[in-house]
């Protein structure tokens, strides 16, 4: 006797500033950070190189914004999490390298997150990180949350 798949658990979101991908109507917000969650504020921290400025670290989210989607076999199956890159940039804006950190379990969140990133170009550094180094080092959280 076959049995009926049972519904993905409900997940509170993220707290504030993470990068939410989100499927479904939003529901309350939670003043509780998520337990499981690897990161809490925002989705880009630094790690080393050249240190972000304000305006480059928001054209960056802005950018990874412009590009994220929920694979649609993770959202077919359930499947919800954080996902946590260390994302290489150089001065030119070019991703010369991509891993993951911390994985969400999903073999489909994860490999949307490294495509988000792999062999692209993103903003290019502005004169004030140029001075410092030639690349900058980045930790960055993505949470698919499906509701």
């Known amino acids: 006797m076959l049995q009926a798949p049972q519904p993905a658990p409900r997940r509170r979101p993220p707290p504030g500033g993470q990068v939410d991908m989100a499927i479904g109507s939003v529901p ?17 921290s630094y790690v080393s190189g050249a240190k972000p400025s ?10 990874v914004q ?5 694979p649609r076999a993770a959202v077919q199956a359930g499947e919800d ?13 070019r991703i010369s390298a991509v891993r993951v950190t ?11 997150s490294l495509s988000l990133f ?28 499906l509701r």
């Open 28 to 44: 309350e917000r939670s003043l509780m950070p998520r337990r499981d969650s690897p990161t809490i504020g925002s989705p880009l």
């Open 54 to 63: 304000l305006d480059w670290g928001s054209a960056f989210q802005q950018w």
């Open 66 to 70: 412009r590009r994220m989607f929920y």
């Open 81 to 93: 999490g954080a996902v946590v890159l260390r994302v290489t940039v150089e001065k030119d804006g």
């Open 102 to 112: 911390t994985s969400s379990g999903s073999r489909w969140l994860d490999s949307a």
């Open 118 to 145: 792999r062999d692209q170009m993103g903003p290019a550094f502005p004169p004030e990180m140029v001075e410092q180094q030639n690349s900058t080092t980045l930790t960055f959280t993505t949470n698919y949350i």
